[in-house]
């Protein structure tokens, strides 16, 4: 494999420099928050209509194969009423478009990097990397942080699309600066169903529904504002769900699956509602559930994505139901943080069809069958805080990237079952431990059976202050696959290690081996 000297400076010096800025603005004595929107100017909970992300079309269809292009790119969104937001986004909307595949049949996107050269007031180069979180990905279609593509430049990522139904999401993982691009915009749910899941009689179609969660915060004049609290968190004032604040949707008196992502990028929830009535847990970031999990209130940190039905068969006409946030420890609290969204209950006619919740879902689903007795290996995997940045097991990815890629944390033996003994050992904040690739289940969290609404295929987890979490995976694949923090601003600074799945007879592929294109080079043929 060849560097070029360009490829340095995209995984290396840009990366320290950028660590830097932080510091210079500290020096500075300027508070980005001095230029806050005021919380008069920001809209009433419960005012604006749900809306939907728009669905992703295919550009050409192969055998076998669909084919997209998405333009990431700037436009300017009303999501306050009143003012214009810039967002640099797929398609230019937040979020993104959904893209929804069926098991078996492949998918390519040319994702192509159409942003300015630089931030207006971050002064950052907005290079891309685009992850599909959830989805077993060749390395080099797996979003690999420092595999960057610059303004100006393109990659087809290539999705084989396998696994089970799930809720996936698509969001950006530059290196070091995957927080400042996914407050941008970048940021999108995808659907991936198959004829196990469609047989049963859940919600569908009308009644199946996306709702991604994120915080935001605006400068006086309605643009996207930045601060990292000292590379702590970013924690908006705004509560977006699809991107519209605190909305309020209309709803049937029957129940609704929906597809709940957490895609702020430092914010956790509690949800709750408001009638104090249990809602029920189908689906969790790898798919169905062997069992559906019924809850009256659930943590949902960054990443992760849990299917809820809720009925509200149960509900007069004029009732209004409110998804609440019992603001969970270390996020920053702002009025109506408490407050997610509401549902307004009408008298309109309904279908009846898929309006049942299976008592068993996916009893096979393979790894909720792992058991502790067929790991070959326990693995600890510390996360902590050391000379100011945050790592993983000590390391950082600078020191991924230092070590010309060779690092890694673990070098499971491919199709072997091993245990990951996944650890915070600090009090004062909270880690979404995520790890690609795989799909894990959960043993236990500090020696205790996981929550009720974790009894289901995850890949990223929770892990409050002092919490030890255990989780089993078979490792199947080859290669090196990043392991991080999703708190965004943890992981660009530098929260991050890779892992390598070694098959002795087939060497895995270069996560770096296919890079980005220059767009003016960009076919004209739909890929
Ligand atoms: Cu959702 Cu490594 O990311
Ligand atoms: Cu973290």
Request: with cysteine.
């Amino acid at each position: 494999m060849q560097y070029t000297r360009r490829d340095a400076l995209k995984v290396g010096l840009f990366g320290s420099a950028a660590l830097a800025l932080p510091l210079q603005r500290a020096a500075s004595g300027l508070s980005v928050l001095d230029d806050r929107m005021p919380s008069s100017n920001l809209p009433k909970p419960f005012t604006l209509p749900l809306r939907l992300p728009p669905v992703a079309v295919p550009v050409a269809t192969h055998d076998g194969e669909d084919c997209y292009r998405i333009a990431i790119k700037e436009t300017r969104l009303e999501i306050l009423p009143g003012f214009r937001t810039t967002v640099w986004a797929y398609d230019g909307t937040v979020p993104g478009p959904t893209i929804i595949a069926r098991q078996g049949r492949r998918a390519k996107v040319r994702f192509i990097n159409q942003l300015p050269l630089r931030h207006p007031t971050l002064k950052y180069t907005p290079w891309t990397s685009v992850h599909l979180h959830g989805s077993a990905s060749l390395p080099s279609d797996d979003g690999y942080a420092s595999d960057i593509t610059y303004p100006g430049e393109y990659k087809d990522y290539r999705y084989p699309n396998f696994q089970h139904a799930r809720t996936l999401w698509y969001h950006d993982h530059g290196v070091h600066h995957t927080a400042e691009n996914v407050n941008m915009g970048q940021a999108a749910q995808y659907h991936m169903y198959d004829a196990h899941e469609r047989s049963l009689p859940l919600p569908q179609g009308a009644y199946d529904v996306p709702l991604t969660i994120s915080d935001r915060m605006f400068t006086k004049t309605g643009e996207f504002l930045f601060d990292t609290n000292d590379n702590s968190g970013m924690y908006g004032d705004v509560i977006l769900v699809n991107g519209v604040p605190w909305p309020v949707m209309k709803v049937q008196r029957r129940k609704y699956r929906f597809r709940i992502l957490n895609g702020s990028v430092s914010r956790a929830y509690e949800y709750s509602l408001s009638t104090g009535d249990p809602f029920t847990v189908i689906a969790t970031d790898g798919g169905l559930m062997p069992y559906p999990q019924t809850v009256t209130r659930m943590r949902h940190i960054m990443a992760e994505r849990y299917e809820v039905v809720i009925d509200f068969a149960r509900y007069r006409p004029g009732t209004r139901i409110v998804l609440q946030n019992r603001n969970p420890k270390n996020n920053i609290a702002y009025p109506n943080i408490d407050k997610i969204m509401a549902f307004d209950v009408t008298d309109e006619p309904f279908s009846s069809a898929n309006n049942e919740i299976p008592a068993a879902l996916d009893p096979d689903c393979p790894v909720m069958n792992l058991q502790p007795s067929q790991s070959v290996k326990t693995r600890r995997i510390e996360l902590r805080r050391q000379h100011g940045l945050w790592t993983v097991n000590g390391h950082t990815w600078d020191d991924v990237v230092a070590s010309g890629f060779t690092l890694t944390e673990a070098k499971p033996v491919r199709d072997t079952v091993e245990i990951w003994e996944l650890v915070n050992g600090s009090g004062g904040w909270q880690h979404p431990l995520h790890i690609h690739l795989i799909d894990f289940k959960l043993l236990d969290r500090n020696g205790r059976p996981p929550f009720a609404y974790e009894r289901g295929p995850k890949d990223v987890v929770y892990l409050g202050e002092n919490e030890t979490v255990r989780v089993i995976a078979r490792f199947e694949g080859v290669g090196k696959y990043m392991i991080h923090c999703h708190n965004l601003v943890h992981e660009d600074h530098d929260m991050m290690s890779q892992f390598e799945v070694v098959d002795p007879n087939a060497p895995g592929e270069d996560p770096l081996g296919r890079r980005a294109r220059n767009g003016s080079f960009e076919p004209d043929d739909p890929l």
